[in-house]
């Protein structure tokens, strides 16, 4: 049986290498640059203004408070004053309007009183002042952004205004669910003794679209296997397939057994995890093929810890698992050493600085409500203990 590390190391080998795509800006939010970014030109284009007010000519004059100055244009945004600016002239200039020649500083409006075609300046301004040069945010040439980024709104708005209306980036990597069992039926749905709502497609479907992948439902099976090879036939079109329950030992588990029958080479089956153990990977040309236990909490964390990376690396970007929050563990714990690291949902507080987190009571992996009580989680190895309360670990908390 793969520890947990082993079947990382296979999960990374079988990614394979991400595709590319050039899609519109409007459509790139969340998404990985795939190419660096170069400035096609200066940002800002020209010197323009940073205040509604005068531009003038004389800015050497720190004490010439009160002087008259003879207004002679004006400049707005995207209507340039077209002459020079002369000795004891001013030009009106509107935020973003550019600098007229000859000017070099502006003087805000609310410190000149206006007086027909005059201006008085009561604040001289200095040098340069209220004026946003030419390429000083980013010059002609420069690289702008690093291949690798992850595209949020700012990002998008410094591409716009760089002139690109489309973008080279990793596409969202499309993402099929399938959920088994003869037990399962949809919410809503009046229930027949022995049956229960199907929660782990819904589950499944937000993990998916919060890691910023695209979802294809394709709905549930009964444990039968050929019906369960035509749904698998049709995930198999897609980036990854994720099949929920009939993965392990059961007279009613199909599941690799279909996989095989429909071209899925199996990679690994069973990892030595708490919950979890009976997951399952294949390929099939570029499709990476995930068997997800059936229990909801097991579904949660092989999603977390070993899907998760998989399409994190198809979307281009780095993983990195969370576990980083340092931490002291608030009371005794104690994991079976039948499974080598164990997932422990807990409970985080904090004070000063320091956090405490608390192992949930109930963590058997069909304890849906533990899950949703839990704000953050532990990764624990059996055979590095005993867990006692004092002992420091790493925390992956939830976002809030």
């Known amino acids: 049986m793969l520890t947990y590390e082993d079947a990382l190391q296979h999960i990374v080998k079988a990614v394979p290498t991400p595709r590319l795509a050039r899609v519109a800006l409007e459509n790139a939010l969340g998404l990985t640059l795939a190419r660096p970014i170069i400035s096609r030109g200066d940002l800002p284009r020209f010197d323009n203004t940073a205040v509604d007010g005068y531009a003038l000519r004389d800015c050497s004059q720190p004490e010439a408070n009160g002087v008259r100055v003879r207004v002679v244009g004006c400049a707005a945004a995207g209507r340039p004053y077209r002459r020079r600016v002369g000795p004891g002239e001013a030009v009106r200039v509107l935020t973003g309007g550019v600098i007229p020649r000859g000017a070099g500083c502006v003087v805000m409006q609310e410190q000149v009183t206006r007086q027909g075609d005059e201006i008085v300046v009561e604040r001289w301004?200095?040098?340069?002042?209220?004026?946003?040069?030419?390429?000083?945010?980013?010059?002609?040439?420069?690289?702008?952004?690093?291949?690798?980024?992850?595209?949020?709104?700012?990002?998008?708005?410094?591409?716009?205004?760089?002139?690109?209306?489309?973008?080279?980036?990793?596409?969202?990597?499309?993402?099929?669910?399938?959920?088994?069992?003869?037990?399962?039926?949809?919410?809503?749905?009046?229930?027949?003794?022995?049956?229960?709502?199907?929660?782990?497609?819904?589950?499944?479907?937000?993990?998916?679209?919060?890691?910023?992948?695209?979802?294809?439902?394709?709905?549930?099976?009964?444990?039968?296997?050929?019906?369960?090879?035509?749904?698998?036939?049709?995930?198999?079109?897609?980036?990854?397939?994720?099949?929920?329950?009939?993965?392990?030992?059961?007279?009613?588990?199909?599941?690799?057994?279909?996989?095989?029958?429909?071209?899925?080479?199996?990679?690994?089956?069973?990892?030595?995890?708490?919950?979890?153990?009976?997951?399952?990977?294949?390929?099939?040309?570029?499709?990476?093929?995930?068997?997800?236990?059936?229990?909801?909490?097991?579904?949660?964390?092989?999603?977390?810890?070993?899907?998760?990376?998989?399409?994190?690396?198809?979307?281009?970007?780095?993983?990195?698992?969370?576990?980083?929050?340092?931490?002291?563990?608030?009371?005794?714990?104690?994991?079976?050493?039948?499974?080598r690291t164990h997932f422990v949902r807990v409970r985080c507080n904090g004070e000063n600085g320091h956090v405490n987190v608390e192992p949930l009571d109930g963590q058997g992996s069909h304890r849906l409500l533990s899950l949703t009580e839990a704000n953050g989680w532990i990764r624990v190895v059996s055979n590095t203990g005993p867990w006692s309360a004092g002992t420091p670990v790493l925390v992956k908390q939830e976002p809030a």
């Open 125 to 339: 301004p200095t040098p340069g002042q209220h004026i946003r040069r030419q390429g000083e945010d980013c010059g002609r040439g420069t690289r702008a952004l690093d291949a690798g980024r992850r595209l949020r709104a700012q990002e998008l708005g410094l591409l716009a205004s760089l002139g690109y209306r489309t973008v080279s980036v990793y596409p969202r990597p499309t993402v099929a669910i399938l959920v088994t069992g003869d037990e399962i039926r949809p919410p809503g749905s009046a229930l027949k003794p022995g049956q229960i709502y199907e929660s782990n497609g819904a589950m499944l479907s937000a993990l998916v679209q919060q890691a910023g992948a695209s979802v294809i439902r394709l709905g549930q099976v009964r444990d039968a296997l050929h019906p369960l090879m035509a749904k698998i036939r049709k995930g198999l079109a897609c980036d990854l397939l994720l099949i929920s329950g009939g993965v392990s030992v059961g007279e009613k588990d199909f599941v690799r057994r279909a996989a095989r029958r429909c071209g899925i080479r199996p990679v690994f089956w069973r990892v030595n995890i708490k919950p979890g153990m009976p997951l399952f990977l294949g390929t099939c040309g570029r499709t990476l093929v995930f068997g997800l236990p059936g229990n909801p909490v097991s579904v949660f964390v092989t999603f977390e810890e070993f899907v998760k990376p998989a399409l994190v690396r198809l979307m281009g970007r780095a993983w990195h698992d969370g576990y980083t929050m340092p931490a002291t563990l608030a009371k005794d714990l104690t994991v079976s050493t039948t499974r």
